[in-house]
């Protein structure tokens, strides 16, 4: 592999540059923002089967190599590592290519559209020794920060619940023409779990948090959208998932842990929501209201929840003032500078990208809703 002029400077190639490839351009043609980041990074090259969203990609100066062939990018020298972002049912042939051809790997989520291909994929990994990471940013966000730097404390007591959402609502519009993300073929049968379902899972599995047993349930409402041609199309995945699941902590068994994932939520556009209630201390953010977080304190009989104001608290130091707001492009630029600083071993205990461990535990959690939806009744998570 040639080396680059500077030996600093990771050169990443996306293979599809649609909504989430061009969101990486964006935190890459702003790394300069990022104050304390020893790592630098460009956008070389990209791979999309469209020429329009390729074209998109010229206007960015770093990029030298467009390819509707994503082997082409494979086969560049001058790419070190790899951020894919494309249909689910792609995932497991496109990831282990890009093992195979010896780049380090940034992968969407879910990380294969079903757990058997999940596996398939960990043991690629394994058998390749490449650095991978599952993208998941909200974790990046302070409030989340926060959250789990609250919920590792040991200020919460006896846990008495935990809920970790992802709720959408641009689909309770019936209107809205059918995409793959709404079809099983592509995005799996998992459906929306597929869609959001790592972002909810990210932080209950960093702190150890998987569920042992879990009651799902499933929803679907709306089953055929407009194919865009003027007829309809079947619309056959989840829209709506609640995950029931049941904790071991210690000396606590079964505390009750819902991870909600849903398309259909009335009125919310990306809300991301986490909280952990405790007997003695609890805590409470939701990107609804991204700058506020909720900490709860018991003291006697005195029980308060405090609102505080959170500024720009994002892992890594930026330009941007303190006293200012975190949006989804930040906290995507986070996320890429931890995955950079951790394959280049500098993390220095900062919060890391999920493990394709927790991505595969994701999907064993996800099968066992699948199972217990099926079956009428609470299966253990295998
Ligand atoms: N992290 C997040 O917040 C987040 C948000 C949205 C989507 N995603 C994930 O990102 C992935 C992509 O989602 P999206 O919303 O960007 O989808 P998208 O439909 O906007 O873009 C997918 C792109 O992949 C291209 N493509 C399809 N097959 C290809 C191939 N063989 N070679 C090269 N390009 C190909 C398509 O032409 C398209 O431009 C999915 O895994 C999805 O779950 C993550």
Redesign the pocket.
């Given at each position: 592999m040639s080396t680059s002029p500077d030996s600093q400077c990771v050169r990443v190639g996306v293979?599809?540059?649609?909504?989430?490839?061009k969101e990486a351009a964006s935190a890459f043609g702003r790394w300069f923002a990022l104050l304390d980041v020893p790592v630098r990074a460009e956008l070389v090259a990209v791979?999309?089967?469209?020429e329009p969203?390729l074209d998109w990609f010229r206007q960015v100066p770093t990029v030298r190599h467009l390819s509707t062939d994503?082997h082409q990018i494979l086969a560049d020298p001058d790419v070190d590592v790899i951020y894919c972002?494309?249909?689910?049912h792609?995932?497991e042939k496109?990831y282990c290519d890009i093992l195979d051809a010896g780049k380090d790997l940034l992968a969407?989520?879910?990380f294969g559209i079903d757990l058997a291909s999940a596996r398939r994929i960990v043991d690629k990994i394994a058998a390749t020794g490449r650095f991978v990471r599952c993208?998941?940013?909200f974790p990046f966000l302070p409030g989340a920060q926060r959250v789990i730097a609250e919920a590792s404390s040991g200020r919460l007591g006896r846990i008495i619940e935990i809920v970790s959402a992802f709720h959408h609502s641009s689909d309770l519009n019936p209107d809205k023409p059918i995409?793959?993300k709404r079809q099983v073929k592509y995005c799996g049968e998992i459906g929306v779990m597929?869609?959001l379902g790592m972002?909810v899972a990210h932080i209950p599995l960093r702190l150890g948090w998987k569920p042992r047993r879990v009651f799902a349930q499933l929803s679907q409402i709306w089953s055929q959208r407009p194919d865009g041609h003027g007829g309809m199309a079947d619309c056959d995945t989840w829209d709506n998932a609640l995950i029931h699941g049941e904790l071991d902590l210690g000396d606590q068994t079964g505390i009750p842990m819902r991870w909600e994932t849903k398309r259909l939520s009335p009125g919310a556009t990306n809300t991301w929501f986490v909280e952990v209630l405790g007997t003695e201390g609890g805590v409470r953010y939701s990107t609804a209201e991204p700058k506020t977080l909720w900490t709860f304190r018991r003291n006697g009989n005195t029980q308060t929840w405090t609102r505080e104001d959170l500024g720009f608290g994002t892992p890594y130091k930026t330009i941007t003032g303190g006293i200012f707001e975190v949006g989804f492009p930040d906290v995507l630029q986070q996320m890429w500078a931890a995955f950079l600083c951790e394959r280049a071993d500098a993390l220095e205990g900062r919060f890391g990208c999920a493990t394709p461990e927790e991505a595969l535990a994701s999907h064993q959690v996800f099968d066992a809703a699948l199972r217990s939806h099926k079956e009428g009744r609470a299966v253990e998570v295998n």
């Amino acid at each position: 592999m040639s080396t680059s002029p500077d030996s600093q400077c990771v050169r990443v190639g996306v293979i599809g540059g649609g909504l989430m490839g061009k969101e990486a351009a964006s935190a890459f043609g702003r790394w300069f923002a990022l104050l304390d980041v020893p790592v630098r990074a460009e956008l070389v090259a990209v791979a999309d089967l469209s020429e329009p969203a390729l074209d998109w990609f010229r206007q960015v100066p770093t990029v030298r190599h467009l390819s509707t062939d994503y082997h082409q990018i494979l086969a560049d020298p001058d790419v070190d590592v790899i951020y894919c972002a494309i249909p689910h049912h792609l995932h497991e042939k496109v990831y282990c290519d890009i093992l195979d051809a010896g780049k380090d790997l940034l992968a969407e989520k879910p990380f294969g559209i079903d757990l058997a291909s999940a596996r398939r994929i960990v043991d690629k990994i394994a058998a390749t020794g490449r650095f991978v990471r599952c993208s998941s940013e909200f974790p990046f966000l302070p409030g989340a920060q926060r959250v789990i730097a609250e919920a590792s404390s040991g200020r919460l007591g006896r846990i008495i619940e935990i809920v970790s959402a992802f709720h959408h609502s641009s689909d309770l519009n019936p209107d809205k023409p059918i995409n793959w993300k709404r079809q099983v073929k592509y995005c799996g049968e998992i459906g929306v779990m597929g869609d959001l379902g790592m972002h909810v899972a990210h932080i209950p599995l960093r702190l150890g948090w998987k569920p042992r047993r879990v009651f799902a349930q499933l929803s679907q409402i709306w089953s055929q959208r407009p194919d865009g041609h003027g007829g309809m199309a079947d619309c056959d995945t989840w829209d709506n998932a609640l995950i029931h699941g049941e904790l071991d902590l210690g000396d606590q068994t079964g505390i009750p842990m819902r991870w909600e994932t849903k398309r259909l939520s009335p009125g919310a556009t990306n809300t991301w929501f986490v909280e952990v209630l405790g007997t003695e201390g609890g805590v409470r953010y939701s990107t609804a209201e991204p700058k506020t977080l909720w900490t709860f304190r018991r003291n006697g009989n005195t029980q308060t929840w405090t609102r505080e104001d959170l500024g720009f608290g994002t892992p890594y130091k930026t330009i941007t003032g303190g006293i200012f707001e975190v949006g989804f492009p930040d906290v995507l630029q986070q996320m890429w500078a931890a995955f950079l600083c951790e394959r280049a071993d500098a993390l220095e205990g900062r919060f890391g990208c999920a493990t394709p461990e927790e991505a595969l535990a994701s999907h064993q959690v996800f099968d066992a809703a699948l199972r217990s939806h099926k079956e009428g009744r609470a299966v253990e998570v295998n």
